[in-house]
């Protein structure tokens, strides 16, 4: 691939950044499809990302996908935002448009995409959500529309709200409220929990079929981290989405291993979503499947089927 004066620049903008596989992705498909574009990922601590969306405009960057922890602190950086991207309050897709910067959110998509890969039905199932966060309330919205039995979210501090301490009552209001809204729109059955009450926690992932890690708990400075604190939490042997894909194998995949669950990373949403952001920061339709030859020597799914 030939950098010219006339090549367009894309990037992601995540802390950290030195893991990501979407510069590997997106620059094969460009090769492939001789296309004049080059992407880099680009490391934007957390509380910087106005300053780096600010580069944005200044560079005439065509647009960056945004990863953790910026999902939700980049709307305010924005001139539109889509309507899921609204509902979830977290953007992962910005394109600039003439120096209108407009946020979507492709997760949606990729994680219902990831869960169907997994050769599981949404429909009809029983499901656990770990966080809810800008990824998490992705991955709800994406699930409940797919009508599940129930979803049991488990975040921080509803044990301490209840009691009315502060002790992480700004994120347990805010799940709860989004949990509130997404019930409204979809009408399926949603109960939020306290992620620190492990005797919840066992019983809800004793009646799961599908359990899903939609936080940062595995990565960078929490690697070798799980929610879950055993395998013996999965002896219902659900099966284990992960959104994390580096490391290939996070503690909690370690663990599904272990109990015998089907289980995947965070690879197959990464790339069914950015099918999506494809679309819309280049304009042009990929094939899933040149997605998926892009990487295939470059890293290696994790999938125990």
């Known amino acids: 691939m030939e950098i010219t004066a006339k090549t367009k620049l894309l990037g992601l903008f995540a802390d950290p950044a030195d893991h990501s596989k979407s510069p590997a992705i997106f620059n094969s498909i460009f090769e492939k499809y001789g296309m004049d574009y080059a992407y880099f990922a680009f490391r934007i601590p957390e509380g910087a990302i106005s300053d780096a969306m600010k580069v944005v405009r200044c560079l005439d960057m065509r647009g960056v996908n945004i990863s953790m922890p910026h999902k939700e602190a980049v709307i305010p950086c924005l001139d539109e935002i889509s309507e899921e991207a609204k509902f979830c309050g977290a953007v992962n897709t910005v394109v600039n448009e003439d120096g209108t910067l407009k946020g979507y959110n492709t997760d949606i998509y990729g994680a219902v995409k990831a869960v169907e890969a997994l050769g599981v039905d ?30 049991n979210v488990f975040v921080r501090g509803i044990d301490a709200l209840s009691l009315g301490k502060t002790e992480n009552a700004f994120r347990a209001a805010e799940a709860l409220a989004f949990v509130e809204k997404t019930k409204g729109l979809t009408g399926v059955n949603i109960e939020v929990l306290d992620i620190e009450n492990l005797d919840t926690l066992k019983s809800t992932l004793a009646d799961t079929e599908i359990l899903i890690n939609a936080t940062g708990i595995g990565m960078g400075k929490d690697e070798g981290k799980s929610l879950v604190p055993d395998a013996s939490y999965l002896k219902n042997r659900p099966a284990v989405l992960d959104v994390i894909y580096a490391p290939e194998k996070t503690r909690l995949l370690e663990q599904a291993e272990e109990a015998g669950c089907i289980f995947s990373n965070g690879l197959d949403m990464l790339i069914y979503q950015a099918e999506r952001a494809f679309k819309l920061l280049i304009g042009e339709e990929v094939k899933i499947e040149d997605i998926f030859e892009s990487i295939k020597d470059k890293w290696k799914r994790s999938r125990d089927a």
Do not use: N
Not at 127 to 146: D, N, P, Q, W
């Open 122 to 151: 949404i429909e009809g199932s029983r499901i656990t959500l770990l966080g809810l966060g800008g990824a998490g309330k992705a991955v709800l919205r994406g699930i409940a529309e797919k009508s599940p039995k129930r979803v």
